[in-house]
């Protein structure tokens, strides 16, 4: 019940394209939902985050789009760039943060 | 300000040796984390420390110890190393209020090979 099941695993996408990241949970005490962002050899930072009364969250690129009823959430990057090639975790958060299995990222130009 | 800093960045070690893997942060956070990063697993929380003076298990703590020497710092213990805790090891510090982790500030993380 503490599970955070991600996917892809991996995701190709063009220059420009749209990459979606998906993230499943079941614990519905989780109150907080942030995604985290790796680049290679550096350890993740907080990319952007939502609480569960909040359908979607933008910012600039990125979108969160959230689906309490059915305990889904999603990362879009729009226009994605070459720089945006990294691996992504999503999370959720009851006293401590429990994170999916991280999918990677490769955008071509 | 350094934010959350490990040492050492790289180590090998041989089968039953031990080690400490050091974390240290500047940002006053009253939370701190170890994890392990493995392909395909994810980020897995090994021990926790909620306030300095306290520490906790977390979902794969067999094979470890920590030690919440004071605010700043948390360090993690191998006692005697197996191949199977050959990972990338990230700290992490939080500010945890209201039984509530909030933002995590990750360290550059800690990557060890036991032979």
């Known amino acids: 019940q503490q599970q955070v099941k991600q996917s892809p695993q991996s995701l190709i996408v063009q220059k420009g394209g749209i990459s979606i990241i998906n993230c499943a949970y079941e614990?519905?005490?989780?109150?907080?939902f942030p995604w985290y962002q790796q680049f290679p050899g550096k350890g993740p930072a907080l990319l952007i985050a939502?609480?569960?009364?909040?359908s979607e969250k933008k910012e600039g690129r990125f979108t969160i789009s959230f689906n309490k009823s059915a305990k889904q959430f999603s990362l879009h990057i729009m226009d994605s760039q070459p720089g945006d090639s990294a691996t992504y975790f999503c999370?959720?958060?009851?006293?401590?943060?429990?994170f999916g299995t991280g999918t990677r990222l490769q955008v071509f130009p | 300000n350094a934010g959350v800093t490990q040492t050492p960045k790289f180590q090998v070690l041989k089968t039953g040796q031990s080690m400490t893997l050091q974390c240290a942060q500047d940002?006053?956070?009253?939370?701190m984390y170890w994890y392990r990063q493995d392909p395909g697993m994810g980020l897995r929380l090994i021990y926790y420390?909620?306030?300095?003076?306290?520490?906790d298990k977390g979902e794969v703590p067999n094979g470890y110890n920590v030690s919440r020497l004071n605010k700043r710092e948390f360090s993690l213990r191998l006692e005697s190393a197996a191949p199977s805790q050959t990972s990338v090891y990230f700290c992490?510090?939080?500010?945890?209020?209201?039984?509530?982790?909030?933002?995590?500030?990750f360290g550059p993380g800690t990557r060890l090979t036991v032979t």
């Open positions: 992490a510090s939080s500010v945890l209020a209201g039984g509530r982790s909030y933002e995590q500030y």
């Open positions: 614990n519905t005490a989780f109150d907080y």
């Open positions: 939502i609480r569960p009364d909040v």
């Open positions: 999370a959720a958060r009851t006293d401590k943060l429990i």
């Open positions: 940002m006053n956070h009253n939370s």
């Open positions: 420390s909620a306030s300095e003076g306290t520490t």
